[in-house]
Every structure is written in C-alpha cells, then in structure tokens.
C-alpha cells in the first residue's frame, strides 16, 4: 500500500478500512443494547467525528438523534489540551440521554472539559464514544464507554482525522512515518 504525503509529513497504512467499520459495527451493537427505548441524542464532535458519526448512525436502527458541536482545541501533531468553549452549540439537552462521538482521545483534556460543559446542562446521562483510543496517553478518569480501536501513541490521519486540514478523507487509519527514508 502506498504511504501518503500530507503537507510536510508522511503516513503509511495503518488500520485498514475494513478493520475500522468491523470496530464501529461492535461499537454500534453496544450502543443499540445499551440505549434501546431511551431514544439517545449523538452529539459528534467536529470537525473529526463526522465520519465516525455517519458510519454508526447507518449501523443503528433505534429511535435516536444527532447534533455536531464545534471546539477550538487541536494544532498540528500534539495535543495542546485546551477547550474554550462549545461553539454554536444551542441544543436543549436537558433530560437527555447523550452520547458524545468523539474522533480520537488521547490525553482526555479535550473530552472531560467537553463532558463538564454538556453537565452543566443537566442531561439525564453522558457517555463517550469515540472511534480511537491511546490508553498510553490518556491522564484522566473517567470512563471512555464504548472503544472502537485502541492505539498506541502514534500520529494518526484518516476516517476523519486531519493533519493540518488534510487526510480527513482517507479511508482507513494512516500513521506517522517518524523518520522517513
Ligand atoms: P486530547 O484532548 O484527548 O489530548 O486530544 C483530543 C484531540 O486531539 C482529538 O479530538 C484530535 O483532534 C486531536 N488528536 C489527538 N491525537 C491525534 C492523532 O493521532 N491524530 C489526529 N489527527 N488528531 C489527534
């Protein structure tokens, strides 16, 4: 399989297309499981779980709903860990079973600050789903409910994720070639 130039850097195939939409197939059965008749509002966080977003909710065939929320908090390959806030985001939650659709989380600054935000806002229930993990990275407590791939620290593109605005539309996970030739 052929690496990927995107911007400066490059990435070679990582976790095939196949692989992933298997992972989200078993996250998507979790789910139907666990929020059958509570008619559950996704809340996909951009820009990176459209894609994410759109492969579970083809899978699901309960009653349930879906937002986008928007938040600054990413720059280039490392995690600067900071939320400001939940952009445009007017949703009445409220007595609602929410589910956050999350890309990616690494050190988990960037999930549990959305996570306080959604609270305050006095949903019924919270859980995270998010379609890769690095549990090596991750600082935090609380609980990352439904997994669909676990990763090491690597620097990945691909099913939504970017570098720099690119790679969002490569089917599969690619990583970070550290040192290419
Ligand atoms: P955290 O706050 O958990 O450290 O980072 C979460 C955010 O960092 C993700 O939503 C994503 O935007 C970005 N991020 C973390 N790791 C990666 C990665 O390997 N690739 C890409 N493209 N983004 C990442």
Do not use: W
């Not at 992933?20 to 059965?29: M, P």
């Not at 007595?95 to 956050?100: D, E, I, K, Q």
């Not at 306080?116 to 600082?139: G, I, N, Q, T």
């Not at 090491?152 to 593109?157: I, K, S």
């Amino acid at each position: 399989m052929p690496t990927v130039r995107l911007h400066d850097l490059e990435f070679e195939p990582y976790i095939s297309e196949a692989e992933v939409l298997a992972a989200v197939d078993r996250v998507a059965a979790e789910i139907e499981a666990h929020y059958a008749d509570k008619r559950p509002l996704f809340i996909g966080v951009l820009n990176g779980a459209f894609a994410f977003a759109a492969e579970l909710m083809k899978r699901l065939t309960i009653d349930c709903e879906i937002t986008f929320v928007k938040v600054a908090s990413y720059h280039g390959t490392s995690s600067t860990g900071t939320v400001t806030d939940l952009i445009g985001f007017n949703e009445r939650i409220e007595g609602r079973h929410v589910v956050v659709l999350e890309d990616i989380v690494d050190t988990g600054n960037t999930i549990v600050h959305i996570l306080e935000l959604l609270k305050e806002r006095h949903p019924a229930s919270v859980r995270v789903a998010s379609l890769l993990f690095k549990p090596e990275a991750y600082k935090k407590d609380v609980t990352i409910d439904h997994v669909a791939l676990s990763i090491p620290n690597y620097f990945v593109v691909g099913m939504g994720l970017d570098h720099d605005g690119l790679g969002r539309n490569l089917r599969g996970i690619h990583r970070l070639i550290q040192n290419p030739q």
